[in-house]
């Protein structure tokens, strides 16, 4: 009896067109260096970069990020997806990063890095189990955290491992770590995530806040 080998799935590469397809992105290889740039992704590569663009509205870049680290065991490579929107206008009033609960002093010291401080949610236990918020504004961040906002950002944050999310004056970013086999079409639900907390961040919180606020997060 003969058996036939199971065909080989397509590879990521090949599966990312049919996903920028369902977002009418077209390909954007070209602005991988300045997104490289923008978000300070220093040696990284940014692969399979795609954009959305429509005359009035915010750009929606989806691509891939790829990290390569020399370990004891050898090179050690790292994926992860980010999707991004920037904008000629004000998103957020207030800048601000969210990622999962971690350890007390690892959160320490990535508010140090980006010199910022732990938002307090103690009022808020349900929020503060599962959510790290960074600001160099606390208590205007805290604001913007809506019962809309917060429902939105806990479904980014479980995303997947490593997932972040990043909002800066005039834009919106997450980020989660990937297989480099995985299909693409999984970040649908995280990309309609971030379009929609781009359309409540500006009506969550004060209409003027001071421009010194805004972190640099890339």
């Known amino acids: 009896m003969w058996f036939r080998k199971p065909p080989t799935p397509p590879s990521r590469a090949h599966r990312w067109p ?3 397809a369902t977002l009418e992105a077209q390909p954007a290889e070209g602005a991988a260096e300045r997104l490289r740039r923008f978000l300070d992704l220093s040696d990284a590569e940014v692969r399979h970069v795609h954009v959305l663009r429509r005359s009035g509205q915010p750009s929606l870049y989806v691509f891939d990020v790829v990290r390569r680290r020399a370990g004891p065991a050898g090179e050690v490579v790292r994926w992860s997806s980010w999707v991004l929107v920037r904008s000629d206008r004000s ?3 207030v800048s601000f990063r969210v990622a999962p609960r971690r350890d007390a002093i ?4 990535e508010a140090s890095r980006i010199g910022a401080s732990r938002v307090d949610l103690a009022s808020r ?4 189990a599962v959510l790290a918020v960074l600001a160099r504004d606390p208590a205007a961040a805290r604001a ?3 019962p809309a906002v917060t429902e939105v950002l806990q479904r980014m944050v479980a995303a997947g491992p490593g997932a972040a999310v990043v909002a800066g004056e005039r834009h919106v970013l997450a980020h989660v770590d990937v297989v480099e086999d995985d299909d693409p ?4 639900g995280l990309v309609s ?3 929609f907390l781009c359309t409540l ?3 969550a919180g004060p209409a003027t806040v001071d421009p010194a606020d805004f972190l640099d997060l890339g």
């Open 18 to 20: 049919a996903f920028a």
């Open 185 to 188: 079409a999984a970040l649908l």
């Open 201 to 203: 961040l500006p009506i």
């Open 106 to 109: 690892l959160e320490s010291l």
């Open 125 to 128: 236990p349900e929020l503060d």
């Open 91 to 93: 998103i957020s009033p």
């Open 193 to 195: 995530d971030l379009l």
């Open 144 to 146: 913007l955290l809506t």
